[in-house]
């Protein structure tokens, strides 16, 4: 399975620190996604990264991407409350690229 | 709103019951999917379609059934379901270029309760 897998499955952090998650991942891919998702809502999708880059940044959020190791780090800067929620990493793989399958999540809780 | 829209929010219907969630996008996406996303589950693909056409259908159980009548909406008919099935589904939309996949945008979901 090319399925990606979160690291860690939940986070606890004060408000103001630095959050980290990983992804991992199997099979070859086109690119890697990172989703977040609010408690019973759907899920929003903050950030591409594509197989020939190695770090894109988007405001508070910074994804490096490691094709040898098939790993992914989302770090999310000066944390606030409005950050708790869950976070996905999805990727397609280059076999089958009408698809992408997403990991089991890091659970994020921001501490006040 | 996201642009994906899903309807109804809740649904709580009955094993015997036949219902169909439903999906529109306006957002001129060229791929639609069905996801299932139970309580500490990874989210599971159930249905893709590419221009209109479903190009994957992961072993789903048939009293499930997907329709997509245009690139703008798709269906999920639902019958003689089971509790196991209650769940959230998540629909969601893509643009794919000579099979390249962009970012999806989701709905907020159907949060399904079978009674």
């Known amino acids: 399975s090319q399925q990606g897998e979160e690291d860690p499955q939940a986070l606890s952090i004060q408000e103001g620190e630095n959050a980290t998650m990983n992804c991992s991942y199997k099979t070859s891919i086109n690119n890697l996604q990172w989703y977040r998702q609010n408690s019973g809502r759907g899920l929003v999708h903050l950030i591409l990264?594509?197989?020939?880059?190695r770090e894109k940044h988007s405001g508070r959020l910074r994804v490096t991407l490691d094709t040898s190791k098939k790993s992914s780090s989302l770090l999310i800067t000066a944390s606030r409350a409005a950050d708790t929620a869950s976070y996905f990493c999805a990727t397609d793989a280059r076999s089958s690229a009408s698809k992408i399958i997403f990991g089991s999540g890091t659970r994020l809780s921001i501490r006040p | 709103e996201t642009g994906v829209t899903q309807t109804p929010r809740h649904l709580v219907m009955g094993m015997t019951n036949k219902k169909s969630l439903k999906c529109e996008q306006h957002l001129g996406h060229n791929a639609m999917y069905w996801y299932k996303q139970s309580a500490k589950k990874p989210l599971e693909l159930m249905f893709v379609?590419?221009?209109?056409?479903?190009?994957e259908n992961n072993s789903v159980p048939s009293r499930f059934s997907p329709e997509c009548p245009n690139s703008s909406h798709l269906f999920l008919h639902l019958h003689t379901l089971q509790p196991e099935d209650s769940a959230l589904y998540l629909c969601?939309?893509?643009?794919?270029?000579?099979?390249?996949?962009?970012?999806?945008?989701f709905g907020s979901g159907t949060r399904l309760t079978v009674v």
């Open positions: 969601a939309s893509s643009h794919q270029i000579q099979g390249t996949l962009y970012g999806y945008t």
């Open positions: 990264i594509r197989s020939n880059e």
């Open positions: 379609y590419s221009l209109e056409e479903r190009v």
